[in-house]
């Protein structure tokens, strides 16, 4: 029997590091300082692994550089003589494979340094065997595994300005500037990032590394200043770093007799400086006090003169931005004047305003204790909009029609804001609201208890409530309050929703990580959580017969719930069952029609269940197989024996199990015998079995057609079928029997030995006739017990094998003989094989008999198996979302073993189209030389098990085939999976796929 499995207690509480959660009432709402407790990726990571503790202490995780090693810090010492000393490389391991040497950096430190530098964002799976250092260790600890990946790479060019080699010759001048790149990159492919022209002539670049981690410093020389104003051309191009960034950007070069400000910036370097460039070199010999000052502040900056650059090393600590004053009185050396006086804000660095839950699951249901409090963090904010939005419990069922539980798509259908209000974070008691604070939203004021009632919480910001520090705007002081229409919906609303709320009028794209502009801020940057305040679990159980199974349980203490009203409705929001629950918790209904929502109810406390196909829980990790039942009734045709001839009685046996006892006494069984070309030959009925058990007769006539006919049972409504071979066929003379020590034969069985027994049908020896064997490969599926969901066999592989004679010889006095075989090299097998064995045992007169022998034989050593995800109702996985590869590796008796190393491979296949099977097999596509995969990767398994995670981005969608090899066997496996984009239910829209309807077929055998 089949079940589909939901729950609302695993998939749907959230976890909130309180003790107890609060209930849901109005009037208003409060902000609770809370204490900052900012667990890094390390720390969750520790405690996932914390059967570890023992052994170690840290190890390299979160994203790295791609010249980092890779470090594992060990609990306990292993002695000082260690330090320095290569341990080999078969205590890492890596997915995808890394080359390098591993040593001891300390007595209790393990390094692994890569030969080559690391890729530029990749993720990569380490596992450290604990067994070498620790031969102690428990098996079930013995390979510590961990994860990270590596920096994806980026540039930025800084320009610092124009410079002079000496205040003798103003002619030559150079520009000096940077590089900065997220991740190191030698300094031969960054010099091909930039180049400079100037009048149409290339400019000399000298480059150094800084001291600067991932700074690559650059001087153009030998520039030219003229009489008249010049520039040069910087050409950026990132192809040589693998970043795929280009542009150009234009550098104004001043004139000869044009003295001006050409730059102004905040230098990290040196104590945090504002550096002035000049187009002159400066007057050393000036006194400079009051000429240079911040427009806020009386004191007098530290300034030094180094020829054309003035630096200003503020004498207090400036946060946000701060205006800097240059009076036009600094002279240059040839006595020259600023035009005008010359200011400009300095931007300092600070975070910008943002807000986030502490919680970032979405999971709605919270137990109702004393009210209800949700933590969130916020920073560069002194306040925040909150905004609840109340989804009725009329229209529950309504929103679970789009929805599922914790979702928020198209609330105006079924909900309304029922307040919004503007908290001030600036009057908590936080002192620094420049940095990430954790507040406490208490809801237990603001929500009114409506039993069964959603609500949805919004927090967001506007650029009034920002401390973000910004230069002088020019734009208006504030945008007006945006107000959601939740009234009737416009034409198109449904795809449009709160389009304008995210890109009000005004927006520029450019400026959406500005904080300084209006596009920064928006419902884009607001946070929602949907709540549901209930104490009720419930758990589902589906058969295919209509049986729903209801448990409830409550979420304080785990005891079932008795007398709580369940009803059941249809996805049309119609009722079609309803009950209460026994002390067990347990409700039971027979639901002919398909259920879609379980309400639950019981005093103030309310629970709702989605039933459909996406909500049920996965159970292609668990072996559910079985039989169907046919409206409730099993059946079962047999008969006295395999194959019939001509003219034969055959004598059929129908076996019925009736367990609901629906069908009624003496109920008649129908059979129908049914020739190869469909025909209906005889009908019989029987009404009087002998317990369950129903006789069949039929006659053949002496000419029947030959072939494989069928018997119909047909009762109740429900028909089973059965096969009746009906051959003409030369009797044997002789008992042959082939016998082998084995039922299975595997790798290590290559040269097999059987014993050969012969025997007239009489009894008597048949010694001396001459036996002759022929041995035929043929491909089966390959099965293990407990791995059901799993696929052992490559479709990728072509296995052809001839039928060749594999033993000739004489049997002795006794009728007896030893006879061995080879079964040769299978290395293409794609799985599992059978090797068939077709006997021939020769009469002194010349006639023979017959006799056909088949034996699994399983040719690998250990076999590899893959499990895909079940997708969606399709059948299709989703693009643009990581998709767990479940790998399995089994020795030829379905053992586990470990293996590192697997190689796995994805190729892109095309459709597969009714008109045109040429070239269509998947081995055209994986096994010819010019094919090359989509990606690649590689999987370790450890007590059998692993997995490797898939990923397949827009704009690729459509048929995949996977392949994963054991390189140590030589097995391999594959699957073909599908891969659509989300919210697309067909090709048709993305235009890719023209002619015919695709039709997609697959069948259980190449062969019927």
Not at 624 to 635: Q, V, Y
Not at 850 to 877: A, C, H, Q, W
């Amino acid at each position: 029997m089949h079940l589909k499995y939901f729950t609302s207690i695993s998939k749907l509480i959230s976890h909130f590091s309180l003790s107890r959660l609060l209930t849901i009432t109005i009037l208003t709402l409060s902000i609770l300082p809370a204490c900052q407790t900012n667990k890094t990726k390390d720390e969750t990571s520790a405690s996932l692994n914390s059967k570890y503790a023992d052994f170690i202490s840290s190890y390299t995780s979160g994203v790295i550089s791609v010249i980092d090693p890779i470090k594992v810090k060990l609990a306990r010492d292993f002695g000082d003589s260690l330090v320095g000393q290569d341990i080999g490389n078969d205590i890492f391991s890596f997915s995808p494979p890394i080359d390098g040497n591993t040593y001891w950096q300390d007595n209790r430190t393990l390094v692994f340094q890569p030969s080559a530098n690391l890729k530029n964002n990749h993720s990569y799976s380490a596992t450290l065997d604990l067994k070498v250092l620790f031969p102690t260790i428990d098996n079930d600890r013995e390979e510590f595994s961990f994860d990270f990946q590596t920096l994806q790479q980026n540039f930025e060019i800084n320009i610092g300005g124009i410079k002079l080699y000496d205040k003798s010759n103003l002619k030559r001048i150079k520009l000096e500037g940077n590089i900065q790149t997220a991740d190191y990159s030698i300094l031969e492919n960054i010099k091909k990032v930039v180049t400079a022209r100037q009048s149409g002539k290339q400019l000399v670049i000298n480059w150094s590394a800084s001291a600067i981690k991932n700074q690559y410093d650059f001087v153009i020389e030998e520039i030219v200043r003229a009489d008249e104003p010049g520039s040069i051309e910087l050409v950026l191009d990132g192809t040589a770093i693998d970043v795929d960034k280009s542009e150009k950007q234009i550098i104004e070069i001043p004139s000869l007799t044009d003295y001006k400000v050409v730059s102004a910036k905040l230098v990290h370097d040196d104590g945090n400086y504002i550096s002035i460039l000049f187009s002159d070199p400066l007057d050393e010999r000036q006194n400079l006090s009051g000429l240079v000052r911040f427009t806020d502040d009386n004191s007098n900056p530290r300034v030094v003169i180094n020829l054309n650059e003035l630096k200003v090393f503020p004498t207090r600590e400036i946060h946000g931005s701060a205006e800097i004053n240059i009076s036009s009185s600094i002279k240059s050396i040839n006595g020259s004047k600023l035009k005008s006086d010359f200011k400009t804000n300095i931007q300092f660095t600070q975070i910008k305003p943002d807000v986030r839950f502490v919680d970032s699951n979405n999971k709605p249901i919270m137990p109702s204790t004393d009210g209800l409090v949700l933590p969130f963090e916020a920073v560069g904010l002194k306040a925040v909009d909150v905004i609840v939005v109340k989804i009725y419990e009329n229209n529950i069922l309504q929103y679970l029609q789009i929805n599922s539980l914790g979702s928020n798509d198209q609330l105006r259908r079924v909900g309304k804001p029922i307040i919004k209000k503007t908290i001030p974070l600036n009057t908590s008691g936080v002192t620094n609201l420049f940095k990430w604070n954790r507040f406490s939203l208490d809801l237990k004021d603001i929500i009114s208890a409506e039993p069964g009632a959603l609500y949805e919480v919004q927090i967001g910001f506007q650029k009034k409530q920002s401390l973000y520090s910004c230069a002088e705007s020019t734009e208006p002081s504030d945008l007006e309050d945006f107000d959601e229409s939740w009234g009737a919906e416009d034409d198109d609303d449904s795809y449009w929703d709160q389009y304008e709320s995210y890109y009000f009028d005004g927006f520029n794209w450019q400026d959406r990580d500005n904080p300084c502009t209006f596009s920064y801020y928006g419902k884009r940057r607001s946070i929602n959580k949907i709540l549901l305040s209930s104490d009720m679990g419930i758990i589902a159980k589906k058969r295919d017969d209509g049986i729903l199974h209801v448990f409830v349980t409550n979420l304080l203490d785990t005891e079932p719930m008795q007398g709580v009203n369940i009803e059941v409705f249809d996805y049309q929001q119609q009722l079609i069952a309803s009950g209460k629950t026994n002390k067990e918790g347990k409700a039971v209904f027979d639901v002919k029609e398909e259920p879609f929502i379980i309400v639950s109810k019981k005093d103030n406390q309310t629970g709702y269940l989605k039933l459909d196909d996406g909500s049920s829980l996965s159970l292609s990790n668990f072996d559910i197989s079985g039989k169907k039942l046919k409206n409730g009734l099993k059946g079962f045709i047999y008969g006295e024996r395999g194959v019939w001839r001509p003219a034969d009685t055959v004598h059929l046996g129908f076996i019925l199990e009736d367990m609901a006892k629906e069908i009624p006494v003496q109920h008649p069984v129908i059979m129908e015998l049914h020739n190869p070309m469909g025909q209906l030959i005889a009908r019989k009925v029987s009404s009087k079995p002998t317990g369950n058990m129903y006789r069949f007769d039929f006659l053949t006539a002496s000419d029947a057609p030959t072939g494989n006919w069928q018997a119909k049972a047909k009762v109740g409504g429900a028909v089973f079928y059965k096969t009746v071979k009906i051959e003409t066929i030369k009797p044997n003379r002789l008992k042959v029997k082939l016998t082998f020590d084995k039922d299975k034969f595997t790798a290590t069985d290559r040269f097999v030995t059987g014993d050969l027994s012969v025997r007239w049908l009489s009894g008597a020896k048949a010694g001396g006739l001459k036996a002759e064997y022929e041995l035929l490969l043929t491909p089966a599926k390959t099965i293990f017990d407990g791995y059901n969901n799993y696929v052992f066999d490559d479709a990728s592989k072509d296995f052809y094998s001839d039928r060749s004679m594999a033993y000739s010889g004489k049997l002795n006095a006794e009728g007896n003989a030893r006879v061995s075989i080879d079964l040769g090299r299978t290395m293409d097998a794609p799985g599992a094989l059978n090797a068939k064995l077709f006997g021939k045992v020769y009469e002194e007169g010349g006639n023979f008999s017959i006799t056909t022998v088949t034996i699994p034989y399983y040719p690998y050593t250990s076999f590899v198996g893959v499990n895909t995800p079940e997708g969606d109702k399709r059948g299709m996985l989703l693009t643009d979302e990581d998709h767990k590869i479940q790998i399995v590796t089994v020795d030829a008796d379905g053992k586990p073993v470990s293996r590192k190393g697997l190689k796995v491979k994805l190729y892109k296949l095309d459709w597969r189209w009714w008109w045109d099977n040429s070239y269509d097999y998947i081995s055209n596509y994986v096994g010819t030389s010019y094919s090359s995969p989509y990606l690649t990767g590689s999987a370790n398994t450890t007590n059998g098990k692993g997995e490797w995670t898939l990923r397949v981005n827009k704009p690729d969608w459509g048929r995949f085939f996977v392949q994963i090899e054991d390189p140590e066997s030589g097995h391999s496996t594959g699957k073909v999976i599908y891969l659509d984009w989300p919210g697309w239910a067909g090709k048709g829209k993305r235009g890719g796929v023209d002619g015919a309807s695709m039709l997609d077929f697959s069948t259980d055998k190449d062969v019927y």
